[in-house]
């Protein structure tokens, strides 16, 4: 009670309470008597990013759909609150019961993007948890974490207990399950992450530690516990039509980024981007079937009364029954007027049929992404998109009547030239000649939108040897494309180079890392993926203070005999497929999309024989 005095004396100093009383429609309210093991899902961002995120959604439905387990949610402070919480001695709290995070059995962190890192950090300070996990007694909580970033865990791995590596649906409930047996056995947090560990998809990092050269590069990794396996298998489902889907969702209490109904059509991408590492760790595609979708879609509209429906994967016009499902769904979604978002859309594969009655009713931008500007880097990259499929999607999107276009590019990329750059500014004139085609030599009300984003080369990926450009290099380019964007009617956005830096460092990073991680930390900062709070100063002093140079995790081209830090996390994609891959793209060849035969990948190879028969 003492606690929720000092809430409501806070809630009416602070400019969004609705981030923190929790009680939204659909929430779990469980009776705490009753529950062997409580979880607190810790999404560190603000309420309005982590309450768009369809994977919290999916794993607070799948957890409490156990009698025994109760998974509550918690996210970062804005600055106003946690100002507040210091001021009033408040710790970090649940949303459902108000519980200090360190009185729970367990906090599970998400890690989506690496300039979160410090907000996890921030996050178990305003607990009152220690950060370090070998500071922490059994009276802590066990401090785990998931999500894309996890495949390279190596920059946090000082401060987890654990890391659930690939698909959580089943593997999170089995945790949390085999806590409570723990629990029941009286074992300490060791013997239970010793059980924990020979799950399939569980990293436990304090069973490892790295020798170095004295270059700087990983000698070997040493194994310190025995329960511990000699690599981590990635957990994978198998296929997803029979998941459950929470179609009951919790409903937000301040608008959310994207507030809105949210189907996941298929998991996994068959294209092969070699920049992208969400196409490499999310394999195979697991489709869920027409009916399935459509009966999900309905039931989440109508228990939520959300007026917009979005169609969720990697490429959604990769959908084996793209066509069909999407003129059904527009059916449906214009006589309970509901709008359809279709993200992700391919410019090689536009269903215009579909993007025509979706301006029937729905007047609004479309985005393209050729990702180059230069149909040689495009084949780099293995993008798979020609100028024809830009120019002729375009022309159709415009003659259609479509009056804002908006076309995302990355810069930095291997092997690329002036000549790549002055594609982006050709790409865009002629869109702009396209228009006025169509629409007359003044182009009407037309919109042409240019953002370009930064290279950072990814862990599983065939770009993970390659170096970066420095923040003067990426800063010339863009000085470069804004002198030549200078176009009537195009709009150019680029993204902060710096960030890209402090990005590229902890996304390969080793275990040494983790000390500029805890440096900027201390030197306040958080919440690092908005630009008001990103501060570059602090980070260059970070890095400097822990010995942690750029120059040799950002800026360095690795070794192919190089030992990666992430090597002993599998994801499932063979190393020599990758190797492959990056050879082929200086050779400027392409690999074909593995819907249409097998490329080798690795996937199929897996020794559990869990994805038997499902993928060619």
């Known amino acids: 009670m003492e606690l929720q005095k000092k809430l409501d004396h806070i809630f009416k100093q602070i400019e969004k309470p609705g981030r923190y009383i929790g009680g939204e429609v659909n929430s779990i309210k469980k009776n705490i008597e009753n ?31 156990r009698e025994n387990l109760y998974c509550e949610r918690v996210f970062a402070p804005a600055p106003d609150m946690e100002s507040l919480m210091k001021k009033e001695g408040v710790p970090l709290f649940t ?45 802590f909580p066990i401090i785990a ?12 791995a000082d401060f987890m207990d654990m890391f659930l590596i690939g698909d959580g649906e089943e593997l999170l409930p089995e945790v949390l399950e085999l806590y409570a047996q723990c629990k029941k056995e009286n074992l300490s947090k060791r013997e239970f992450l010793e059980r924990a560990c020979k799950l399939e998809g569980v990293y436990v990092p304090s069973f490892y530690d790295f020798e170095y050269n004295n270059n700087g590069t990983i000698k070997s990794l040493c194994k310190l516990n025995e329960n511990a396996p000699e690599y981590v298998l990635r957990n994978i489902i198998p296929e997803t039509e029979s998941l459950d889907f929470p179609v009951k969702p919790v409903i937000p209490m301040v608008e959310a980024v994207h507030d ?12 092969g981007c070699r920049f992208c590492q969400a196409g490499m760790i999310y394999r195979p595609v697991r489709e869920r079937s ?26 959604t016009s990769d959908y084996s029954d793209f066509h069909d499902l999407t003129l059904e769904l527009m059916d449906y979604c214009k006589s309970n007027n509901v709008s359809l978002s279709l993200p992700s859309l391919r410019i090689d594969k536009f269903a215009f049929e579909v993007l025509n009655k979706i301006q029937e009713y729905k007047k609004s931008g479309l985005t393209y992404a050729p990702e180059a ?31 804002h276009i908006k076309l995302y590019f990355m810069i930095g990329l291997p092997t690329e030239t002036e000549e790549d750059l002055d ?24 919109r042409l939108t240019v953002s370009v984003s930064n290279f950072v080369p990814k862990a599983d990926t065939p770009f993970q040897w390659e170096r970066q450009n420095t923040p003067e290099e990426f800063e010339a380019k863009h000085r470069y494309l804004e002198q030549r964007l200078k176009i009537k009617g195009v709009t150019f956005n ?26 900027a930390h201390q030197l306040g900062c958080r919440l690092d993926g908005w630009s008001e709070h990103f501060y570059p100063e602090k980070w260059k002093e970070a890095f400097k203070s822990s010995g942690i140079l750029p120059e040799f995790y950002a800026y360095r081209e690795r070794q192919e005999d190089e030992i990666l830090p992430w090597e002993h996390i599998r994801c499932g994609v063979s190393k020599k497929f990758l190797m492959s891959e990056k050879h082929k793209a200086y050779k400027g060849a392409t690999t074909s999309d593995c819907r249409y035969g097998c490329v080798g990948c690795g996937i199929n190879r897996r020794v559990d024989c869990k994805l038997e028969g499902i993928y060619g």
């Open 35 to 65: 529950i062997e093991t409580r979880m607190a899902f810790a999404f560190p961002d603000l309420y309005e990013i982590g309450m768009s995120y369809l994977g919290m959604q999916i794993l607070y439905n799948t957890v409490n759909k």
């Open 95 to 139: 949303l459902e019961t108000k519980t200090p995070l360190k009185d729970m059995d367990m906090v599970g962190f998400t890690l989506q993007y690496e300039m979160s890192f410090t907000t996890v950090l921030n996050m178990l300070d305003l607990a009152h948890i220690p950060l370090l996990s070998k500071e922490r007694g059994e009276e």
């Open 145 to 156: 974490a998931g999500g894309p970033c996890a495949f390279n865990p190596e920059p946090l």
């Open 260 to 271: 809105r109904a949210v189907v996941e059509t298929f998991r996994g991408c068959t294209r």
């Open 290 to 315: 027409k009916d399935k979708i459509i009966e999900l879609a309905k039931a989440q509209i109508e228990a939520t009364g959300n007026d917009e429906l979005s169609l969720l994967s990697l490429s």
């Open 373 to 403: 500007g230069t149909q040689r880097l495009r084949d780099v990259i293995n993008k798979g998109v020609t100028e024809e499929d830009i120019y002729t999607s375009v022309e159709q999107a415009i003659e259609l009547g479509w009056r």
């Open 423 to 446: 594609g982006i500014a050709q790409i865009a004139k002629n869109i702009i000649d396209i228009n006025k085609k169509y629409n007359g030599p003044k182009g009407g009300r037309f």
């Open 494 to 519: 680029y993204h902060d180079s710096y960030t890209s830096v402090c990005e590229a460092v902890f996304a390969r990073g080793d275990r040494r890392t983790g000390k500029a991680l805890l440096k």
